[in-house]
């Protein structure tokens, strides 16, 4: 019978505290002292704010539970009992050793780390009927129950992703992709296609249908999300590599207190997504190297009826430090986030068309505010370097909500190449208010600023071609609503 037992820790990503340094943590922990006034002392606030959950020193090989890391036998069950025994112990770490082991989706439970070692690979099945029956979570910005992420957690406490290992999520051109419905990535008339499955869940969320109603399964063909804390206190994702996501990589909803840091992400499938943060407060993301096609960064809230909920808005978000690769968009805030604080990131790839869009609008009809930018170097952009739009795809809202970005400021941006700098558009009823922009430069522009309807534009050293650009972004009037 396997024991429950204590031993020392394989590695200090494992989470455990390390001469009083909480897990995760580079060093000890700093005192709360007082900031200084300004958003970028509330950032500090913020950071000293956000603390990794510490696992109790407590240690469960998963071999000892039957698993094999042949990367043939299936170790699903194996995971599963010694997560469960872990939880029913007090928590502590499920460590996964040197191997690659086959699994359908990881459930974590409260107080329990899951500990993928240098040498491992938790590789996870292709086959869709290992994610049935459905979870709680959500897909596109809705709730529903659906497949089961790879990754999951529901209403846990202090849960943890932690080590040097890889987490493969085994999509390419004959799994998960196809299901898209585009023929670019391995889809054939009469596949299954996930188009139906979207519209509904649309219309079902559209309607007020209870998320308990909104029932997804194996003929829908949704694609699962990878990592996918949903509903979640305490979370730390921490040094893995995560791979060959079917969708979203790292996607925490509505959760509360969450550091992802040293993470490596490859999604480069369709609508591959770094990492979401989706209705979540006290988040910070640090030293991710994060490589997407669709969005490297995003930070969002709900759509429709689901974004208008009051807990739902993404609130206080600090990344720090991150590689931004490949992207068309390398970064994305939307959906009614506040607070959100953007410093010392490096964007590349080749077919970038937006460094960074802040957007109202959408389905949400939310306000978007208090987006701060600092310290950003962007090698190439297609488009626009900078895009803020109030109103994104016309006059969606309903019920009475109405978007608009108030607040949003940049200090400290290069950019070697660039369609054009600056694209902010904003209506009377649908404001953009309080734009700054401050030590830009934009070395090689092709194309002049696209500036309407916002008020409070200020520029302050902004370069364009290495000369001052001051004038080539003129604060608008703000115009009439459009006739939809």
């Known amino acids: ?280 407060r006290r988040v910070r993301v640090r030293g991710c190297d994060l490589d997407a096609s669709e969005r490297a960064l995003a930070v969002l809230g709900g759509q429709g009826e689901d974004g208008r909920h009051p807990d739902v808005p993404s609130s206080e978000v600090l990344v720090e430090d991150c590689a931004l690769r490949g992207a068309r968009e390398a970064v994305v805030v939307g959906a009614g986030a506040q607070q959100v604080f953007l410093s010392g990131l490096r964007v590349s790839g080749s077919r970038t068309d937006t460094a960074l869009r802040v957007r109202g609008g959408s389905r949400a009809g939310r306000t978007v505010g208090e987006v701060h930018v600092r310290d950003v170097d962007v090698d190439t952009v297609d488009g626009a370097v900078v895009r803020i739009v109030a109103d994104e795809g016309g006059a969606g809202w309903t019920r009475g909500a109405r978007p608009a970005v108030l607040g949003v400021g940049i200090h400290g941006l290069t950019v070697e190449r660039a369609g054009r700098s600056l694209e902010i558009r904003g209506r009377s009823d649908a404001p953009v208010r309080g734009v700054a922009l401050r030590d830009v430069d934009v070395r090689r522009v092709d194309e002049p600023a696209l500036v309407e309807g916002v008020e409070g534009l200020r520029c302050e050293e902004v370069r364009e071609n290495g000369v001052p650009a001051a004038g080539a972004v003129p604060a608008s009037s703000v115009p009439e609503p459009r006739r939809e």
């Open 1 to 280: 019978m396997t024991s429950v037992h204590s031993r020392r820790e394989p590695d200090r990503r494992a989470g455990r505290p390390h001469a009083g340094t909480p897990c995760g943590e580079d060093g000890p922990a700093r005192p709360l002292v007082a900031a200084p006034v300004g958003p970028w002392g509330r950032a500090d606030r913020l950071r000293d704010r956000v603390r990794p959950p510490r696992f109790p020193n407590r240690f469960l090989d998963v071999t000892e539970f039957g698993a094999v890391g042949d990367g043939e036998r299936d170790c699903t069950a194996a995971i599963r009992a010694a997560i469960r025994l872990c939880a029913q112990a007090g928590g502590g770490h499920v460590v996964v050793p040197a191997g690659r082991f086959l699994t359908g989706p990881v459930h974590l439970l409260s107080n329990v780390n899951l500990y993928v070692s240098d040498e491992a690979t938790v590789a996870f099945s292709r086959d869709p009927a290992a994610y049935l029956p459905g979870v709680r979570g959500r897909w596109g910005g809705l709730d529903l129950v659906g497949p089961s992420p790879l990754v999951y957690a529901h209403r846990q406490r202090n849960v943890g992703v932690s080590g040097g290992g890889v987490l493969d999520g085994g999509a390419d051109e004959r799994h998960w992709w196809p299901w898209t419905g585009l023929p670019e990535h391995g889809w054939r008339q009469g596949d299954p296609s996930e188009a139906a499955a979207r519209e509904r869940l649309r219309s079902l969320a559209e309607r007020g249908v209870r998320v308990s109603e909104r029932v997804f399964g194996a003929r829908d063909a949704l694609r699962p999300q990878f990592v996918q804390p949903y509903r979640c206190r305490n979370v730390v994702i921490d040094g893995v590599t995560v791979l060959n996501a079917p969708m979203a990589a790292v996607n925490p909803v509505s959760c509360e207190n969450v550091l992802v840091q040293h993470v490596a992400v490859r999604a480069t499938g369709p609508d591959g997504v770094g990492c979401a943060v989706e209705s979540s």
